[in-house]
Structure formats: structure tokens, C-alpha cells
């Protein structure tokens, strides 16, 4: 499998580089796959699609083959990243088999896609922050799907909620989990970038630009999932002063690609 997924990785990167070849002019870079099953091959491969083939970061998975991303042995690629100076971005891979109930082999109805990405997301990024990700790499970015999943919603019950973290476990000691970190565990979110891949979803839009700031929101549409023109609407229906509208729909991605613009 590892073997498998890292000639993937190659593969598909070889052949974006070689769609930006062609269209220069729509296509100035890519994300770059990497397989993190094999932590020392992604960061080669990583260094390769950026150094050799001019991606402009590398995109990953909320869980990889099961394992969380705040594990130890992810460490050294979080570290190659942050040296980089380029972005990650974050997408929420569950699928059907994560089934809502114990009772049910599968998930039904979709939920698994409709609300369990988000919910990854927000797991992943918690798990990071915990793990103490920016403190060790302050510069670091991160992109999230979904416009940070369901963190702007819940910041009360991540923040105030979270504060007595350990108080509702009573096999495991969490009691240096906070203490351990060099600011409000809240802070950290806000280091997190959230792109605008909502659907066209408008109240979300609303709450995740309110979160983030206009300073860390980057329009994606996820296309051919979540459509460009309403993506579009939804951004205009925000009423945004022109220069935080040029920040989100371009000027955000140009300065964590470290690209002119």
C-alpha cells in the first residue's frame, strides 16, 4: 500500500506540473499529494513537486490509514513544511464505513460526507493544537476545507467548553494538556486559515470570515463539488470593503504561495 501510494503521489504530480506547464496563464501552481503513510518518502516527495516541479504546498488528510495527525511520527513533516514556508491543506477524508450508530455497519444518507467532514476537520485541528503543532512552528500554514468545519460555530464551546478539558474523563489524565501550551488553547484556531468552500452556503460564510478574520480566508470552491458562481454570490452578499474582498478572493493565496500578485 505505501509503496502504491507513493508512485501515486508521484504520478499525479508529475502530471499537474505538466498542466501548469501548458496553461501558465490559469495555472501558476498546484498542490502537491504526498503520501504520509511512509513519513520520510512524503517529505522527499514533497521537496520534489515543490523544488523540482513548482507546487505551492502539499495537500493532506485528516487521518492517515486510520492514525491521527497529531502522532509523533508525523512530526518531522509538519517541521518540513513549516521550513517550506508553503501551505497544507487539510481535507477531511471519511467515508461510508464510519457508520452514525454502533448499531449500523455504515453510514446512511450521506452523513458521513454531509456532517462527518466537517466533523474530521475539527478533530484534526484540535488534535494539532494539542499537541502543541504551533508552538513548535509558529509560521505555519494551514489551510482547512470547509471553512474550518465546525470550529467558528462552536468557539464557545471549544473555548470556554474546553477549558476544563479532563473534567468528563476519568481513565486518562489530561490535566497537562493545557498547561503545556504557550496561550489560550482558543488563540490557536485563529492561526488556521478556512477556505470558502461552503456550497454557497451564506450563514456559514458569515460565521467563518468572522472566526478567521478577512486576513486568513481564501476562496476555493472545490469545484466540480461546490460551484464557483455561487461561491461568488455568497462572498458579494457579504457587503465586503473592496480591499478584504481582494484579500479573500486573491490576495491571501498569493501571499501563502509567496507568489506576486
Partial sequence: MGETAETLARVGNDAMAELCAKHRDRFPTFAAAVALTDVDAAIGEAKRAISELGAGGVQIFTSIAGKPLDLPEFRPFFAAMAEHDLPIWLHPGRTASMPDYPAEQKSRFEMWWCFGWPYDTSVAMTRLVFSGLFDRHPGIKIITHHL??????????????????????????????????KRPHLDYFHDFYGDTALFGGRHGLACGLDFFGADHVVFATDTPLGPIRPTIDAVDRLGLAPAERHKIMAGNAARLLNMKF
Fill in 148 to 181: 474550518g468545519g465546525m470550529i467558528p460555530y462552536f468557539d464557545g464551546r471549544v473555548g470556554a467548553g474546553l477549558d476544563v478539558l479532563g473534567a468528563r474523563t476519568s481513565d486518562e489524565d489530561y490535566s497537562q494538556v493545557l498547561p503545556a501550551l
